[in-house]
Nanobody, 117 residues
Framework: QVQLVESGGGLVQAGGSLRLSCKAS????????MGWFRQAPGKEREFVAR????????GYTDAVKGRFTISRDNAKNTVYLQMNNLKPEDTAVYSC??????????WGQGTQVTVSS
């Protein structure tokens, strides 16, 4: 079992920055592929960024490339999402996801990010 707790969301003006954190419980964090997803009101949840177990392979959705950076600290069981140059269209609930090598997937409860114009 893995529990994920996100933090760092809030209200920011367009052009501002936020750093989201997702802390995981359990000894399996270092074996998990970690991802960030977001869901805006009235829309489907969408992929934002992903980082592999070692941090060597990273992927982003096109909408955030060059603005968002995903990273992880396996010693702290934490994955981060640094978000720069935020836009109103980035407004959403951001959730982290852990996918273990056995295939089990876990989600956090989400953190709200609101970007005002």
């Amino acid at each position: 079992q893995v529990q994920l707790v996100e933090s760092g969301g809030g209200l920011v003006q367009a052009g501002g920055s936020l750093r989201l954190s997702c802390k995981a419980s359990g000894p399996t964090f270092s074996t998990a592929v970690m991802g960030w997803f977001r869901q805006a009101p009235g829309k489907e949840r969408e992929f934002v960024a992903r980082i592999d177990r070692s941090g060597g392979t990273i992927g982003y959705t096109d909408a955030v490339k060059g603005r968002f950076t995903i990273s992880r600290d396996n010693a702290k069981n934490t994955v981060y999402l640094q978000m720069n140059n935020l836009k109103p269209e980035d407004t959403a609930v951001y959730s982290c996801n852990a996918r273990l090598s056995g295939g089990n997937t876990y989600w956090g409860q989400g953190t709200q990010v609101t970007v005002s114009s």
